[in-house]
Structures are given as structure tokens and as C-alpha cells.
């Protein structure tokens, strides 16, 4: 794999070749990490870190990535750098470029983090947009390899909202050749366009993909059953109309009887108990679920020493 310079903005701008190897190299320094070796693959590079919305494990993990790569992080919160309002978005771009070694941004419209990469120098991550999650899904594939050892034979469902989360999960799963089901209520669906870009990568890799409305429907016969906040960073105002809509789309205990035997939960976290999980869901898979997220540490190295 040499994907040195490029942006990380999309899962599907990459083969499965390339995550292969990403995920490879987040278990080794994973593994070099517990065995105390070690791996300043980027020493003394500097990452910019762009947040016009909130975070914790996405501030924390990449900035605490960074310093084990032997660099160090800039962070910029939005009431610092007011993104695309101060200046434009190229100017910001073409600035960070001479400071910095690789930006990384987490914003609203997919496209900001599109006209960055255009005018940035150095190579872009994007750490969530309203469109894609891509570091997110790439440190829930590795949590899917080290539970299962492949990603052969495995359905991944998801029920919930068609958002960010659902549009890279499906990326992923489409790539590595897992088959997903999403199911959502009707007008919540993922990204249309995004849908058809998967349904022809998933000829070459052997995945099934399917949208439906019956949340049963998809979790049958599911190895790994994954879900999201009903209303994300930005729809807040929105929370209790969606609360109504998405009521039958809960992961909890009933749904999970549909699920295949020992099947894994996954949430990206932020978690909503009694929303889109249950309490006793969510803590009956905490383990997973918080290995799930110590990998976002290990999958963003990975990006970062590969890229940078
Ligand atoms: N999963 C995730 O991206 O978490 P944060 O929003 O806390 O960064
Ligand atoms: N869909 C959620 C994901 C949070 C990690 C959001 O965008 O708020």
C-alpha cells in the first residue's frame, strides 16, 4: 500500500487492498503499543485539528496519537477559527498547509471538508461530517477483525437513522465484503447516490446490500448489530420529533434474539441509553463497545503514519 499524501475523506475512495493494510498496521501498533515498543513513525510532524463541532473520543484520540507517533497537535475549536466565515475555506487551507504537516477536520457540510483537501497542501482526515464517519467505521472494522478473525461470512445490520454512520458503514461493509442490512423508517435512508456507488463496489467483493424499514428484518441472522443517535450533532432542535419516528428502531434484548448466536454490538458512541439502546444492551456488550472505541486510537495512527 502507498497512499502517502492522500486524503482520508472517504472510505470508498480507497480498496480493499488499502484498509486491509490500515487495519493491519493498527494491530501492529496496537501490539508494539502493549508491549511498550516505541513507534515515532512521525516525528516532530504536526497535525491541525479542526473541530466546528463537539467531540471526545475523536479530540482525544488523535491528539494522544499523534503524541505517540512521536508529533505533536494543534487544536482549533470553532469559536477560534469560525470556519469558512473569518475567511474563506481555501485561505484556511493554504494556511494550515504552511504550518502544519496534515489537517484534520470535523464539520458540518461534507463539502467544506472537500474544498479544504482541494486547496490544502498537506494530506486532510475527515473526523466526521454530516455525510461520513470514515475513521469511526475504520476502527469498527478492526474491532470486527479482532472478534471474528476475518471478514469472511459475516452480516453486519444496522438500525436507526441513515446518517453519517450508516453511509460509512455501508462503504465499508460494500469494500470488505461484508453483507449489511441498514433499516431505517421510510425518508431516513441513507445516501441515495452513495447506496448505488456501494452496490457496484459490493459485485467485486461478494457483499449483499440491502436497505429496509423492519429493523427484525435486517438484525435476522446478523453477526454484528450496530446502531446511532437518533438525532445527530446539529439536528438537536429536531430530538423529540425523531424520538417519535425512530421508537421501533431501539437495539435492545427482543431484537437481539433475531441476531445470530453470540453476535457483537457495536456503538460509536456518543450512546442515548433508552433511545436508540438499552441500558441493558449497551452494558451486556460494554467490553466490545469500548474496545470499539479505544480503536479509534489505534485505526487513526494507522491513517496518520500512512498519509502524513
Ligand atoms: N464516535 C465519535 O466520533 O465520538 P466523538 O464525537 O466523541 O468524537
Ligand atoms: N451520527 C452521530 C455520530 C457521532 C459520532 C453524529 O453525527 O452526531
Not at 35 to 57: I, N
Not at 94 to 121: C, Q
Not at 222 to 227: L, Q
Request: hydrophobic residues 40%.
Amino acid at each position: 500500500m502507498n497512499i502517502k499524501g492522500r486524503d482520508f475523506l472517504t472510505l470508498i475512495d480507497f480498496d480493499n487492498k488499502d484498509i486491509n493494510s490500515l487495519i493491519e498496521l493498527a494491530q501492529k501498533l496496537k501490539q508494539e503499543k502493549k508491549d511498550g515498543k516505541p513507534h515515532h513513525l512521525l516525528k516532530d510532524k504536526t497535525l491541525a485539528m479542526v473541530f466546528a463541532k463537539p467531540s471526545l473520543r475523536t479530540r482525544v484520540s488523535f491528539e494522544v496519537g499523534i503524541q505517540q507517533l512521536g508529533g505533536n497537535a494543534v487544536v482549533l475549536k470553532q469559536d477560534e477559527i469560525i470556519l469558512g466565515q473569518r475567511e474563506t475555506i481555501s485561505d484556511t487551507a493554504r494556511v494550515l498547509s504552511r504550518y502544519a504537516d496534515g489537517i484534520m477536520i470535523r464539520t458540518f457540510a461534507h463539502n467544506d471538508a472537500v474544498e479544504l483537501a482541494k486547496y490544502s497542501d498537506v494530506p486532510v482526515i475527515n473526523a466526521l461530517t454530516d455525510f461520513t464517519h470514515p475513521c469511526q467505521v475504520l476502527a469498527d472494522l478492526l474491532t470486527v477483525k479482532e472478534k471474528f478473525g476475518s471478514f469472511d461470512n459475516l452480516k453486519l445490520a444496522y438500525a436507526g437513522d441513515g446518517n453519517n454512520m450508516a453511509n460509512s458503514l455501508l462503504a465499508g461493509c460494500a469494500i470488505m465484503g461484508i453483507d449489511v442490512s441498514i433499516a431505517c423508517p421510510e425518508g431516513f435512508e441513507p445516501d441515495l447516490d452513495l447506496i448505488w456507488k456501494c452496490k457496484d463496489i459490493s459485485i467485486g467483493s461478494g457483499a449483499k446490500i440491502e436497505v429496509v424499514q423492519i429493523p427484525s428484518e435486517a438484525v435476522e441472522g446478523a453477526n454484528i448489530v450496530y446502531t446511532d443517535v437518533w438525532a445527530s450533532m446539529g439536528q438537536e432542535k429536531e430530538a423529540e420529533k425523531r424520538r417519535k419516528i425512530f421508537k421501533n428502531f431501539q437495539v435492545n434484548e427482543k431484537l437481539m434474539k433475531k441476531a445470530a448466536q453470540n453476535a457483537i454490538v457495536l456503538h460509536c458512541l456518543p450512546a442515548h441509553r433508552g433511545e436508540e439502546i438499552t441500558e441493558e444492551t449497551l452494558e451486556k456488550h460494554a467490553n466490545t463497545i469500548f474496545e470499539q472505541a479505544e480503536n479509534r486510537l489505534h485505526a487513526q495512527k494507522a491513517v496518520m503514519a500512512s498519509i502524513m
